[in-house]
């Protein structure tokens, strides 16, 4: 337990009744070892993670899941009963095949629309629905990982009393007898607290509850609730209300701290929509402009063509003078100097410039004030109605949910109520420093009346035991939203089924259910819950078992999308009175984590393993500073410091990042848990450190006022890669002790000098503005240097015959890639990726077989930054193959360069004399370690799992082009003689052209496009032709078949070049 | 095949460069490296020795337990390093190797006298560095119990080995290397054994030496036959002085790796090979001649001759290093320059810095005749050589593939307890091997003395009556 986190506190303890001395004397500890000994409700009979599922019990389930198909819904138990196997098979399945499944993801409060790829019964991977407005066919990091938490072998699976086995029938039993006698009593001080809540079933069982016990309290508390802009429509339009961003009619962005490219509920369509109107190809002519002015250094940043790194504060400033530059009525001009002012200006004047079809995004760590400006700039430049929308919000009561929690802790503390509810989330671990929630739960759990008997009632919905568990006094398993009936809207309102594809694999259950205890119904099914709330709205609408099955079928309840609503003219906030920025002290600020979020995903393996993006830190969050700062303050990586503000203190380990602005500490919430799983927590306790220690409900964007004080312990911190590796900046070597001599260059512009391009830089990413590419469409040929000029000469006979189509390959984008990792979880998910923990990862063993390389280049302040996914590059003329012993890797006659694990055994030659260095060696037996719980169900059936000491690397997906080869041929077989000649092309090529691998189909900017390169009409192979298409290393003639597309900037003239302002 | 070989010439005895000090007899020679064997005592040195090496075996054996049982990651290999120490233990002991066979071989068929008194010992030292050496191929494979698949065997599958692989030509090089050195050894054996056996005290070392003899009496027609045979062995063994350290720098010349991809590699590395070879053979030698009193046997020309082919070997190497370093600047390439800058300047400089020093600066002392004829300097400078050569191995293997093409893969490498293990436990398992030999079989070949005895002229018997002069 960290210095300052007064949060420690002692279980609830109970009723004083005894079993044992030990349980008398250490209550903890007999507890689980009672648990150890009577795992009841839990049908893997075993809490620990190395009881596996037996082989039985798991046909048991599949067999029973399988029969139900998904639609008949979840039986409260697997069947306990003697089960036959397939007789007459259902009638879907076809073993080997899988079934698709339309569902949602529910996140942060909105719905994900989400398709899930199930095998015999056995969920397996996530991709996006692309009918559903948040996906649109794409998935983020959290989606693509949300399959893992599924079969989290560290999820809670028995009811339990204080921490002790109990079962759903005393806890039904316990809470209808407390709720009947508050009947009778007048209903007072009931309590229930959930998340953000957009489930319109929900909303509706909370409506009747509402109508049972008229006195009921309901608060919502969600950590990263979008507080700050409900709040900002309140100020300006009075009443809360959602921004919509329509993003493929935008020509100028301005985003103010905003991340809208990952951090936005509806994330995934603005990247979609970002990307379309910023791609590149030989006749475009103008692609959209991005500003961003940031206090931290955001994916959305890192895109930017004009990038302003500021202190938080100064957002305020800089949308005040934007405001007043765009005439927006009222406000008072500001006066800056210097590179500030050339970037309000020069953003002003583009906006201006581009009336209806520019856009102010402003970021949710902003106050309320500056979304009440950036609408009045929005309007003023009359881009409503265009580029920006105004939706009522998806939320059944759009709460401050800050507010919301302060609310309880004092109607917990002065006894307005004495029974709570706590459905989902982690509250005792999320709330803010500054309310007790958890002292308040602790002493509300444990309050007795004088006889000692208990004065509370505190039960809690949740996935695992953690934090909020250890304070309450039941604890009940949560549903996955895989196992459970539901429905939640997205932030536009779209609707959709929540439809499970598993019975609950540890007796979980959904909110649906305990609303539906505590109303008293029969019908406690969600399956019934659900249909009921649907067939009640839709009664005057024809057929509803034939609508349910279209809608299931569809993943989204058409016409649910909010209608725009008219809005007055914005009300601009009185300025509020900006906070003082003082040289000695630093601004904290805070972000959800971006691959834990909030802290919810902290015990997903592959989260986890991760490489954050820009830092490559995986299995920790660190205090990102400036170089300036670090130098500043002698610190530098894996400096162990105390962050030290009003009052609390936290010691987090210190991370460079340049590009951040200077006397920042960005700090990500999400780590530091103190229980919750065997990979949430480290061994020692606790992994990362806890940023809510030190967040306040008054300042959730970031405060100021922070110290720093160095301690003399040192932090282990593990990345993936080398971070100065990475950058090619100038004058932070004498902080990292880089030798500059060593530094390589890697980026290259038109601006590169010769000799540089020829003898000093390796040119693997090249960079274009969108004038030079007008002007000479080959100047990114021309950066390829004198090599890629040459005729490429060879002592050997080429002999390989490429020209029979299929010949797979692949383009990547770098103009769109946005760096959001979404492809790699996805790889991951789909090719059966170990995870190998912080140990491995911190000697080079890490798995992952697409990587996503950053480059910085430039000044460590104002850092152009660079992503490049890098997965095999299936190379023609493979440096791999001719120096493996054994023949293991090889070259197939469709281009793909194959491994055969059987024959692998493991010199690890084929890495050493891969230039990409993409091959990924099993040093241990990574895929049986890592599986050897329930995990292992999620294994794509068709894809080995590698064993000890073998190679492997990305396969492009080679079980889905098999899949697709296949029905390829079914198709040919099929057709007459005569049909098949032209007929059978053009079909077979509409095939492959449906054809995607997982990084490509889960990439939200599709900037991976993979397909047949012999085909011409396809879309790899139009990117192949375009003028800016280039391969990594051509001058070792490898010949790759992954090439990349370069990055096209669009600075605007006004400012220069060099993507800063 | 004709066996009429002209006899050699005898050396001129000047003081401090016979091969041979003055006043052996033909029994004397005998008596006393036969008497090293048959009735000498075990001494507490010896016993102390060979404890502690056994020891290391003790231990070579439990590293290679642990690394069967939990696999290849106990070493501290990675990506991007992929070879570790066991490549460079490997390269390192395969070019020990080199300089027994260099001197049964090569200096046989050129006649050179000076090698009767130290072949026998280097080629013991040949077998178990090459022993040593085939353990590690072995080992670094992530899929142990498949080494086999290395080797083409017919099977139902017509699954080959991957011929374009420089990785199975080591295969044939290197099990032709230890069948040829193990035969060569043993065919250089027979007279001596049969010698022992003739002089043995007990029935049992009879019985031992009389099997191994292969039935030898010393017939005219057995030495008639035994010489033919043995300079026929000496044509077979002495191509693979050249061809096996080959095809071992093609391991790493045949990838395009900056650092490894070098047209120089082959026959710097067989320089290197020698070079080490001769410096183990001193290292071996100076302890050995002091320790079984064989200072009449092994002269100060012995060490003075090897110190001359260390020199000359080790300008190759100093020429190969000078070679990459300027074809990397000379290139022009931004990859093959900047090896060159991070073996120099890098994190591994230390070690790139203190190979130069012991290749490179330290063998120039043998310039000196006098550090040439000084045994304790010649140990010390033996030493530091062989620590250099397996440096240049580090350093050939680590920095080039520590930081390649993209910087985004760049990593490094640290060995692990396991790695060490392994490497003490090899020099353990040489040395024990060593300690047995020396004290089991005749250090030096004694019918081989027994002809230099009569070449320079001390012989008991009249010259009518020696051998037929198809000897050497």
Same mark, same amino acid.
């Not at chain 1, 030989?282 to 940031?294: G, K, P």
């Not at chain 1, 003082?580 to 802290?599: A, E, H, K, Q, Y």
């Not at chain 1, 409900?697 to 100065?724: C, D, I, M, Y």
């Not at chain 1, 003898?759 to 960079?767: A, E, I, T, W, Y």
């Given at each position: ?110 719905? =994900? ?69 508050? =009947? ?21 069982? /909370? ?90 250094? @955001? ?77 009045? /700039? ?39 109520? $004495? ?18 929630? !958890? ?52 932030? $536009? ?45 839709? =009664?005057?609408?024809?057929? *509803? ?11 989204? /309840? ?26 000695? +002290?630093?601004?904290? /600020? ?9 802290? @919810? ?49 936290? $010691? ?36 990362? *450190? ?6 306040? @409900? ?28 990475? +950058? ?278 599709? !900037? ?12 790899? !192979? ?40 | ?146 080494? #086999?698949?290395?080797?083409? #065997? ?175 600047? #000379? ?81 490094? #490498? ?59």
């Amino acid at each position: 337990m960290k210095q300052g986190d007064n949060r420690t506190s002692e279980p609830f303890e109970g009723d004083r009744l005894w079993r044992s001395l030990e349980e008398l004397t250490d209550p903890a500890s007999a507890a689980s070892a009672a648990l150890r000994e009577f795992p009841a409700d839990n049908p893997w009979r075993g809490p620990d993670r190395a009881d596996a599922p037996s082989r039985r019990r798991f046909l048991q389930v599949l067999g029973a899941s399988a029969a139900m198909a998904g639609l008949v819904g979840c039986s409260d138990r697997p069947v306990e009963e003697k089960i036959v196997p397939y007789v007459r098979q259902p009638e879907q399945v076809v073993p080997g095949r899988p079934l698709i499944f339309a569902t949602a993801m529910p996140f942060n409060g909105y719905g =994900r629309g989400v398709l899930v790829e199930s095998h015999e019964g056995r969920p397996t991977k996530i991709e996006g629905n692309p009918d559903h407005p948040a996906s649109l066919g794409a998935t983020d990091v959290f989606m693509q990982a949300s399959i893992l938490s599924l079969y989290d072998p560290d999820r809670s699976k028995t009811v339990t009393r204080a921490g002790r086995p109990s079962h759903w029938g005393a806890f039904a039993t316990e809470l209808t007898q407390r709720l009947e006698a508050k =009947r009778q009593s007048g209903s007072r001080g009931i309590a229930i607290l959930t998340g953000a809540v957009a489930s319109p079933t929900m909303g509706a069982q /909370i409506k009747d509850l509402r109508r049972r016990f008229p006195e009921i309290a309901w608060y919502q508390y969600e950590p990263t609730a979008r507080v700050n802009t409900m709040a900002g429509a309140q100020a300006a339009f009075g009443r809360p209300l959602t921004t919509l961003y329509h993003l493929d009619h935008a020509r100028i962005i301005v985003s103010l701290d905003s991340d809208f490219l990952f951090e936005d509920p509806m994330s995934l369509r603005y990247a979609r929509h970002f990307a379309n109107a910023r791609r590149v190809r030989s006749d475009t002519r103008e692609i959209t402009r991005l500003y961003v002015a940031e206090s931290t250094l @955001s994916i959305t940043g890192s895109m930017a063509d004009h990038r302003l790194p500021v202190r938080p504060a100064m957002i305020t400033q800089i949308t005040h003078a934007l405001a007043a530059r765009l005439g927006v009525a009222g406000i008072s001009k500001l006066q800056f100097s210097g590179e500030l002012d050339r970037f309000i200006a020069t953003a002003a004047d583009d906006l201006k410039q581009h009336p209806g079809t520019g856009v102010v995004i402003p970021g949710e760590a902003q106050p309320p004030e500056v979304h009440a400006l950036a609408h009045a /700039i929005n309007q003023a430049l009359k881009n409503v109605g265009t580029t920006v929308t105004c939706v009522e919000p998806a939320e059944v009561e759009p709460t401050d949910v800050r507010q919301a929690l302060k609310k309880l802790v004092e109607a917990m503390e002065n006894g307005t109520i $004495d029974t709570l509810l706590i459905l989902g989330g982690n509250p005792a671990y999320t709330a803010p420093a500054d309310i007790p929630f !958890a002292q308040a739960l602790e002493k509300f759990s444990n309050a007795r009346v004088a006889d000692g008997r208990l004065t509370n009632f505190t039960a809690r919905l949740g996935s695992h035991d953690d934090e909020t568990t250890f304070l309450c006094q039941w604890h009940v398993p949560e549903a996955h939203y895989l196992e459970a009936w539901s429905d939640v809207r997205a932030a $536009d309102g779209t609707t959709s089924i929540i439809q499970p594809l598993i019975l609950p694999l540890y007796a979980g259950r959904s909110a649906h259910e305990l609303l539906a205890l505590m109303l008293k119904e029969t019908a406690q099914s969600p399956y019934e819950l659900v249909r009921a709330h649907w067939r009640a709205q839709r =009664r005057d609408s024809g057929d *509803f078992e034939q609508w349910w099955l279209d809608t299931l079928k569809k993943g989204v /309840i058409d016409g649910t999308a909010s209608a725009p609503v008219q809005v007055g003219a914005a009300k601009i906030p009185a300025p509020s009175s900006t906070p003082s920025t003082s040289v000695t +002290s630093l601004d904290l /600020i805070f972000r959800p984590d971006p691959c834990v979020w909030d802290g @919810s995903f902290a015990n997903n393996a592959w989260l986890q393993e991760l490489p954050k993006p820009f830092t490559k830190l995986v299995w920790d969050n660190a205090a990102l500073i400036s170089p300036t700062t670090a130098h500043r303050q002698g610190l530098w990586d894996g400096d162990a410091v105390t962050l030290m503000i009003s009052g609390k203190q936290v $010691d987090a380990p210190v991370r460079v990042l340049p590009g951040l602005p200077d006397d920042v500490v960005v700090a990500h919430l999400g780590y530091g848990r103190r229980r919750g799983g065997a990979v949430a927590t480290d061994e020692n306790g606790v992994r990362g *450190f806890d940023a809510y220690a030190l967040w306040a @409900s008054s300042t959730p964007g970031f405060a100021t006022g922070l110290t720093l004080q160095k301690r003399s312990r040192r932090w282990e911190l593990v990345a993936t890669r080398n971070h100065h590796a990475m +950058s090619a900046l100038q004058g932070v070597d004498h902080v990292a002790g880089v030798k500059p001599h060593l530094k390589p260059d890697v980026v290259v512009t038109p601006e590169t000098s010769r000799d540089e391009l020829e003898l000093k830089n390796r040119r693997l990413v090249r960079v274009v503005s969108l004038p030079q590419f007008r002007s000479n469409p080959q100047a990114v040929r021309e950066l390829g240097g004198e090599s890629a000029k040459k005729p490429v000469l060879s002592l050997y006979p080429t002999s390989w015959d490429y020209s029979q189509g299929p010949q797979w390959g692949m383009s990547i984008d770098l103009q769109t890639c946005i760096g959001c990792n979404a492809c790699i979880v996805a790889c991951q998910a789909e090719n059966n990726i170990p995870i190998v923990g912080k140990f491995e990862v911190a000697r080079m063993r890490e798995m992952h077989w697409l990587r996503v390389d950053s480059y910085f280049s430039g000044s460590p302040d104002r850092p152009s930054v660079y992503h490049q996914p890098v997965p095999c590059m299936h190379c023609e003329n493979a440096p791999c193959e001719y120096v493996c012993p054994t023949g293991a890797t090889t070259h197939s006659t469709q281009g793909l360069n194959e491994m055969t694990y059987n024959r692998c055994i493991g010199t690890r030659y084929c890495s050493n004399n891969c230039p990409y260095k993409v091959r990924r060696f099993n040093f241990f037996a990574f895929g049986y370690q890592s599986s050897k719980g329930p995990e292992q169900l999620q294994k794509n059936p068709d894809v080995t799992v590698r064993t000890r000491g073998v190679m492997e690397k990305c396969s492009y997906c080679v079980q889905r082009i098999n899949r697709t080869r296949i029905e390829v041929e079914k198709t040919v077989l099929d057709l007459t003689e005569q049909q098949r000649t032209d007929e059978a092309r053009q079909r077979r090529q509409a095939m492959y052209n449906d054809l995607q691998t997982a990084c490509q189909q889960a990439c939200p900017t599709g !900037a991976i496009v993979f397909g047949d390169i012999t085909d011409r009409q396809s879309t790899v !192979a139009t990117l192949k032709a375009q003028p800016h298409d280039y391969t990594l290393l051509d001058e070792l003639t490898t010949r790759p078949r992954t090439s990349y597309l370069a990055r096209v900037t669009n600075p605007n003239p006004a400012l220069g070049e060099g993507g800063v302002a | 095949m004709t066996t009429q070989v002209s006899p050699i010439r005898p050396s001129p005895v000047t003081p401090g460069t016979e091969v041979l000090a003055p006043g052996h007899s033909y029994g004397s020679v005998t008596d006393h490296i036969g008497g090293i064997v048959l009735w000498r005592r075990f001494g507490w040195i010896w016993l102390a020795g060979f404890a502690i090496t056994f020891l290391l075996v003790l231990v070579l054996t439990g590293a290679i337990f642990w690394l069967i049982v939990r696999g290849i990651g106990v070493w501290g290999v990675d990506i991007p390093v992929a070879w570790g120490f066991a490549i460079i233990n490997f390269v390192w002991w395969i070019g020990i190797g080199h300089a027994g066979t260099f001197i049964s071989a090569m200096l046989l068929l050129m006649r050179q006298d000076w090698r009767t008194s130290i072949n026998r010992f280097a080629e013991a030292m040949t077998l178990f560095a090459v022993a040593c050496a085939g353990l590690f191929p072995l080992l670094h494979l992530g899929r142990i119990k498949f080494f #086999y698949w290395l080797i083409p #065997y017919p099977n139902t599958m017509w699954l080959w080995p991957q011929f374009r692989s420089a990785l199975v030509w080591d295969v044939f090089a290197v099990s032709t290397y230890f069948t040829v050195s193990l035969i060569f050894w043993y065919v250089g054996l027979i007279p001596d054994l049969a010698s022992l056996r003739d002089r043995a005290d007990s029935r049992a070392k009879r019985v031992i030496f009389g099997v191994l003899a292969l039935g030898w009496r010393g017939a005219s027609r057995h030495w008639q036959r035994y010489q033919t045979a043995y300079l026929l062995l000496a044509g077979l063994a002495a191509p693979l002085v050249v061809s096996v350290h080959s095809i071992v720098g093609m391991d790493f010349a045949s990838a395009q790796l900056p650092g490894w991809h070098s047209t120089i590699f082959p026959p710097y590395f067989v320089a290197g090979a020698i070079f080490s070879g001769f410096a183990m053979v001193l290292s071996l030698a100076i302890p050995l001649r002091v320790a079984f009193k064989l200072q009449d046997f092994i002269t100060l020309r012995h060490l003075d001759n090897c110190a001359k082919l260390m020199l000359v070997t080790g300008l190759i190497v100093a020429y190969g290093y000078a070679s990459e370093f300027y074809m990397g600047w #000379y290139s022009g390439n931004v990859f093959e320059s900047f090896v060159g800058l991070n073996r120099m300047t890098g994190p591994y400089a230390v070690a790139t810095w203190l190979m130069l020093t012991c290749n490179v600066v330290v063998p120039q002392a043998l310039w000196i005749r006098f550090v040439r004829r000084s045994p304790f300097l010649l140990f010390i400078l033996s030493l530091l050589i062989n620590v250099g050569m397996w440096l240049e191995r580090f350093v050939i293997i680590i920095t080039s593939l520590h930081r390649d093409f993209l910087p985004s893969s760049w990593g490094i #490498y640290h060995p692990t307890r396991w790695d060490i293990a392994t490497l003490a436990g090899t020099l353990g398992l040489f040395l024990c091997l060593f300690f047995l030999f020396c004290r089991f079989l005749p250090v030096i070949s004694i019918f081989e003395m027994r002809e230099l005895v009569h070449q320079t002229g001390q012989g008991a018997h009249p010259p009518d009556r020696m051998e037929p002069a198809h000897a050497h």
